[in-house]
């Protein structure tokens, strides 16, 4: 069975400081993978999306960065954070854009 | 781009009621899915709806497609506390060919 993993569970980052959360996912190929913020109120915000290795669409111009080394791992990364960045990011996989999404545990991101 | 409003935004009622809550489009959606998410954790899939007027049953909770594809209903029968939650409605956008997220209702069974 597919399975999904994100981490860390909780991180507190200064602001200005790097930031790098990472997704991996077990039991499929080539999935379409997702970061997702979500704030109190406002719903799941796309992030980034890949279909594939080295294939980020970027939804909303940020500080954020996204990257997939490999097949089933997707990072998210910001070189300064900024007190704006606090929330809760999850990560998502699917077999295709049209198809039901699968979510990680989810990161809560506390900028200080 | 289509847009997914659901209501009620909030919802508190005492174990053992029923209770709806809707989501709504002016768009035709192909397909409606509903997660159920718990705090500090990812939106689990419940259901998926495909067809106009479906309606498909988990246990306790009915979930129903409208006729013309732009509105779902959940329909929970004696509310449990392990029915809190935020539920969240998510439809594929046919122009973009993605998955789009209303912003859920935040249930909450009183014990």
């Known amino acids: 069975s597919q399975t999904i993993h994100q981490w860390p569970a909780t991180l507190v980052q200064p602001v200005g400081s790097p930031l790098s959360l990472e997704c991996t996912v077990e039991?499929?190929?080539?999935?379409?993978l997702y970061w997702y913020r979500q704030a109190a109120g406002r719903g799941l915000q796309l992030l980034f999306y890949?279909?594939?290795?080295?294939?980020i669409s970027s939804e909303v111009p940020q500080n954020l960065s996204a990257s997939r080394p490999q097949d089933r791992q997707f990072i998210l990364s910001s070189k300064k954070l900024l007190l704006s960045d606090s929330g809760f990011y999850l990560c998502?996989?699917?077999?295709?854009?049209?198809?039901?999404?699968?979510f990680g545990d989810g990161t809560r991101l506390s900028i200080l | 781009t289509q847009l997914l409003e659901q209501s009620p935004q909030f919802l508190s009622i005492q174990e053992g009621e029923n209770l709806t809550v809707y989501c709504n489009s002016s768009?035709?959606?192909?397909?409606l899915q509903w997660y159920r998410q718990e705090p500090g954790e990812g939106p689990v899939l419940l259901v998926t709806?495909?067809?106009?007027?479906e309606v498909k049953k988990l246990k306790r909770l009915t979930f129903q497609f409208g006729d013309a594809r732009k509105d779902s209903s959940l329909h929970i029968t004696a509310a449990q506390p392990g029915d809190t939650g935020l539920y969240l409605c998510?439809?594929?956008?046919?122009?973009?060919?993605?998955?789009?997220f209303g912003k859920g209702t935040r249930l909450h069974i009183l014990p």
């Open positions: 890949s279909v594939g290795i080295g294939q």
């Open positions: 709806v495909v067809t106009g007027g």
């Open positions: 768009s035709v959606f192909s397909s």
């Open positions: 998510a439809g594929l956008d046919r122009g973009d060919d993605k998955i789009i």
């Open positions: 039991g499929t190929s080539n999935p379409n």
């Open positions: 998502a996989w699917g077999t295709a854009s049209n198809q039901p999404q699968h």
